[in-house]
Nanobody, 120 residues
Framework: QVHPVESGGGLVQAGGSLRLSCVAS????????MDWYRQAPGKERDLVAS???????SYAGSAKGRFTISRDNAENTVYLQMNSLKPEDTAVYYC??????????????WGKGTLVTVSS
């Protein structure tokens, strides 16, 4: 199994920045890509950004131009640099590992989340 652990959330004013980190432990050799999701109160969990083992990023529309996802494979760590934060970015941010080994097909590995609050 894989155990992602997020950190870096907190309270920030609109226009500010935060950097989230996610460290994965366990069977990390089976991780193919890692994602950041977020869930605002009363809303569904939505994909924010993804990054492959090779470092290719992709972003949801809300994150484009403001957020940057990066990865340190040696440290099994994924980062989400968030700039120009808006109150609507307030949410719990979750790290998710996509698995590439048959033994893990159909399984999801999530962190417990880190809360980001953006004040206006």
């Amino acid at each position: 199994q894989v155990h992602p652990v997020e950190s870096g959330g907190g309270l920030v004013q609109a226009g500010g920045s935060l950097r989230l980190s996610c460290v994965a432990s366990g069977d990390t050799v089976c991780i193919s890509a890692m994602d950041w999701y977020r869930q605002a109160p009363g809303k569904e969990r939505d994909l924010v950004a993804s990054i492959t083992t090779g470092g290719s990023p992709s972003y949801a529309g809300s994150a484009k131009g403001r957020f940057t996802i990066s990865r340190d494979n040696a440290e099994n760590t994924v980062y989400l640099q968030m700039n120009s934060l808006k109150p609507e970015d307030t949410a719990v941010y979750y790290c998710h590992a996509q698995m590439d080994c048959p033994i893990y097909y159909g399984m999801d590995f999530w962190g417990k989340g880190t809360l980001v609050t953006v004040s206006s």
